[in-house]
């Protein structure tokens, strides 16, 4: 009997590679933060001893969700400005806030925040663009939770820095501190074609290819991104980042919804991904992103919330259903993105655009144990003819009961052990109060 | 003091009429099954003695959920075929298994479960359009439930009824035994315009005008549909409609993604509801509805699941949120259909197509006492700046804690009070058994 450190027992395995696999009555054998075994529960049994045992006898366990695209720090402005044009609600409500109240304390407890609401929705892994990626890095090695850290990078001042260089000197920095940290990796992330200029885009490239980093970046996000690109030097976006030689392998295109069909040959044929940020789309109105077409072309299309401040939350499970649902209807096929397709978007496909498809987003002996289990024995999950169909159309986060990275338990049976739920609600709250007063114009 | 059957104190009360408020700290005297008094609750301890006082802290108190379109037993299908066309589904899955299994206990348990998973979220009264609508009446009664069950009709023979005027009959003689019952009401409920021919058309508006019943109906619900019905007869299913005289104020016309201008202007004009199923029509790939459109010509537009084997849920607040940002995004306008509009169309939209608008859909005094508790305080809902958006944009069903329908309460801090949880998922595990067996072809 070999002795390691946890041995789960589960009524169904979905390790997602192989692909549209379902193991009944099999284990999962975890040790030293990294799966060791992966085999029917009548031999692990027999195989392994540990200590620590648990039994999910009518959960499902698969890969943590990776949520590709999100503010994190901005689930403090949950529902204060919805129903507003994109424009309005950037311009008028939330630039107003940031200038007003951005500060180390509030990307620590707004990423707080946005953690603890992650985990208990069965996100193991986030890929955040924000400012102070310094203080979000010291929140996730905190609570345990693995990122992926955007060297956030704009023309314009911010707190966080004076201008484009400062910008790129401080990532560099934060890279170098953090670059062998087992839960952390540190991709840039331009803001967005519109608000970096051609020079520290080249720059960061040249970076990103030398330090072999993605490079993260909001693309093709509405109408209005492409219009005034072409009004103003006769580019569509896609077109200068091409010129600028930032369509490749390391892209990470947020949004992508107004797409031609060559623009989506081009980022198929350079490796580039796609994070696919359903919600926010739609609540934005920004657009409809062509997801059947860009995945039949051969693109990686990951899954993100955005932030909650345009969701209005940071639900994969949510997420995965509206990209199945609405993939359907544009390509106006219903059966175009089957159940695994959003499942694979939510966990092997984020782990690809981020780099790290060698270590997780799938069940995989050698690979880190980032897990989740969900139980299906909800009425709202039955009759349950299929575990895959159920995660996908019928499940809610609610019934995510405990959640795994690297190996360590974060949520068990529901609880957070990494958090003070109480304190952190009431952390949340002042905030509540401090960002409802009344704004100078 | 006044004596009454229970008092309900709440943190929020948002009473739907009027529109866009919010009360906090109030509260609601119920008696006699119906809404006595809604005040503030520093005012109601003086006013009212009850031996059945609720408090409800962290939650807001909102009128229950209207499903205005279901096949509640269907939910015994649930995730049996997904990710299929339209035509492959309903042809080679679910009518082969309709075929095969329909049948009074079918309905029966398949109606059992849908209205357990029903008043879990907060859904106080469904549309239903199915077999054995005096099965289902049976089982909301026992249950509790508010009931709308549509007097099917079909041309073809199945086990409910030969031909038309079978199925008529049965209808009649069905509302004739239960237009008395205080949960209970009974639309005439013919498919669709492609199975059911022009003389049982007419003569279920005659019996509807007479009896003063809605007709419930699905209609343009696929691009599909309009073709065909030109192709055999050169109509637009709704222009047959209206020269049989069915568009007109008792119409309750499901699905409607195939709308030109002048059908919306005919619908507005005639004072007929529409019945949007926003996951169903993107589930199958079935069209758009243009809602916002539809709600400024003036239409009602209430909201319903449709059946869960294409959904795959009847959850009602996931089906108002994705009705909010869908409807947005066909817009191509974020301030349309906001919070409470999408919480108006899931309330008294539907009850105003059901012709109880003036029974339910709103809290107000007088009105029957069906209403749902939704706790805010989940972390996933904080920091909560409005209750409403929180309930559209980020709340979760089990947040709903408490469920009373005409004062009786049916959900009690999450548990069902009129259903052995533990028998029905046993049932419902026969049926899986059943339903998975090899069907010779």
């Given at each position: 009997m070999q002795i390691i450190d946890t041995l789960i027992h589960a009524r169904w395995i979905i390790?997602?590679?192989?692909?549209?696999?379902?193991?009944?009555?099999?284990?999962?054998?975890?040790?030293?933060?990294?799966?060791?075994?992966?085999?029917?529960?009548?031999?692990?049994?027999?195989?392994y001893h540990s200590d620590n045992i648990i039994e999910l006898?009518?959960?499902?366990?698969?890969?943590?969700?990776?949520?590709?695209?999100?503010h994190a720090a901005m689930t403090l402005m949950r529902g204060i400005a919805d129903d507003l044009t994109l424009m309005d609600w950037l311009q008028n409500h939330i630039w107003v806030l940031e200038n007003k109240w951005m500060s180390e304390e509030f990307v620590r407890d707004g990423t707080d925040l946005a953690i603890a609401e992650m985990l208990r929705g069965?996100?193991?892994?986030?890929?955040?663009?924000?400012?102070?990626?310094?203080?979000?890095?010291?929140?996730?090695?905190?609570?345990?939770?693995?990122?992926?850290?955007?060297?956030?990078?704009?023309?314009?001042?911010?707190?966080?820095?004076?201008?484009?260089d400062e910008y790129i000197q401080k990532g560099l920095s934060l890279h170098h501190n953090l670059k062998t940290h087992e839960l952390i990796t540190t991709p840039f992330a331009p803001h967005a074609p519109y608000t970096v200029s051609d020079e520290p885009l080249k720059r960061i490239n040249e970076l990103a290819q030398d330090l072999k980093l993605p490079v993260h970046i909001h693309l093709h996000e509405?109408?209005?991104?492409?219009?005034?690109?072409?009004?103003?030097?006769?580019?569509?976006?896609?077109?200068?980042?091409?010129?600028?030689?930032?369509?490749?392998?390391?892209?990470?295109?947020?949004?992508?919804?107004?797409?031609?069909n060559d623009e989506i040959q081009l980022l198929a044929d350079s490796g580039a991904s796609i994070v696919h940020c359903p919600e926010s789309n739609l609540k934005l109105a920004s657009g409809f992103c062509p997801?059947?077409?860009?995945?039949?072309?051969g693109i990686n299309v990951a899954l993100?919330?955005?932030?909650?401040?345009?969701?209005?939350?940071?639900?994969?499970?949510?997420?995965?259903?509206?990209?199945?649902?609405?993939?359907?209807?544009?390509?106006?096929?219903?059966?175009?993105?089957?159940?695994?397709?959003?499942l694979r978007m939510a966990t092997i496909n984020g782990a690809k655009a981020l780099g790290l498809e060698n270590k997780i987003g799938s069940l995989e002996i050698g690979k880190s144990a980032d897990i989740i289990a969900?139980?299906?024995?909800?009425?709202?999950?039955?009759?349950l003819y299929c575990p895959i169909s159920q995660i996908v159309y019928a499940a809610s986060r609610h019934q995510v009961t405990d959640v795994w990275v690297a190996g360590e338990q974060l949520l068990t049976s529901r609880h957070l052990t990494t958090f003070d739920l109480k304190e952190l609600k009431e952390t949340?709250?002042?905030?509540?109060?401090?960002?409802i007063q009344p704004t100078q114009a």
């Open positions: 390790p997602i590679e192989p692909t549209n696999l379902v193991y009944e009555h099999y284990s999962l054998a975890i040790h030293e933060g990294k799966i060791l075994g992966l085999l029917p529960t009548e031999l692990a049994i027999l195989t006898k009518t959960h499902a366990l698969t890969a943590g969700f990776i949520n590709a695209h999100t069965g996100t193991t892994c986030f890929n955040d663009m924000y400012f102070f990626p310094d203080v979000a890095a010291q929140r996730a090695i905190k609570h345990g939770m693995r990122a992926s850290l955007g060297l956030i990078v704009i023309d314009f001042p911010t707190v966080w820095g004076e201008n484009s509405t109408a209005y991104e492409i219009e005034s690109a072409l009004a103003q030097n006769g580019e569509r976006p896609m077109e200068r980042l091409k010129n600028l030689g930032l369509i490749n392998d390391s892209l990470i295109a947020v949004h992508a919804t107004q797409l031609s997801v059947a077409k860009c995945l039949a072309a993100g919330t955005d932030g909650a401040a345009s969701n209005n939350d940071l639900d994969m499970l949510g997420e995965m259903r509206t990209a199945a649902l609405i993939g359907k209807a544009v390509a106006n096929d219903a059966s175009v993105i089957p159940a695994m397709t959003a969900i139980d299906l024995s909800d009425l709202e999950t039955q009759p949340v709250e002042k905030w509540r109060v401090r960002l």
